[in-house]
């Protein structure tokens, strides 16, 4: 699919995330490990800023998103909150910043949607400070059989739709990049992985 079609499918989705955004099924998860943020914090696929609410007023977030929708909709909730946000339009494949970067990443429901999941996650190697966090929310494929066989059945179709795939293996694509995995934990029969990582 190209690229400029799933960016398509996620624009279209923004009014969606706007209304979800205080009523956020997986607010309880977010709030477990989006905690102890602090400093110079890049959110890569920022979406609608289901994630501020942890943010405290030290930070100093940069928001990335290739979806300019969802971008205007994460600007207009960050006015509800005291940290710092400047927002920038780029795909995370393709954008660039400087080694060292960023204190704390965090990415919450993106891999689904990376072409290369393994090279985003070398960039968060490259891109936060040796003794930052790359905190992550992710869903994938369950530990449950009969679940894991509907996700898999599922993907062409979902991926076609919503321009996000449903049978990753997010523990595996973690242990194939450059990242530490610190600790991990799984949730909703396996499909939902909150993943503690260093670079």
Known sequence: MERTTIIQKFDKQAKKYKRRRNKDGAYKF??????????????????????????????????????????DVAHDAAKEYPFKAAFIQADVEAVTFDAHSFDTIVTSGTLCAYQNPVQVLNKFQKWCKPNGKILMMEHGISTNKPL???????????????????????????KESNLQIVKEERFMAGSLYLIWATP
């Open 148 to 174: 894991s066989w509907l996700q898999k059945t599922v993907d062409p179709l979902a991926f076609k739709l919503v321009g996000c795939h449903q049978d990753r293996n997010i523990s595996e694509i973690v």
């Open 30 to 71: 977010r709030e477990r490990i989006f905690q102890g943020i602090e400093g110079k914090v890049l959110e890569v696929g920022v979406g609608s800023g289901l994630n501020f609410p942890f943010y405290n007023e030290g930070v100093s977030l940069t928001g990335v998103d290739f979806s300019g929708e969802m971008l």
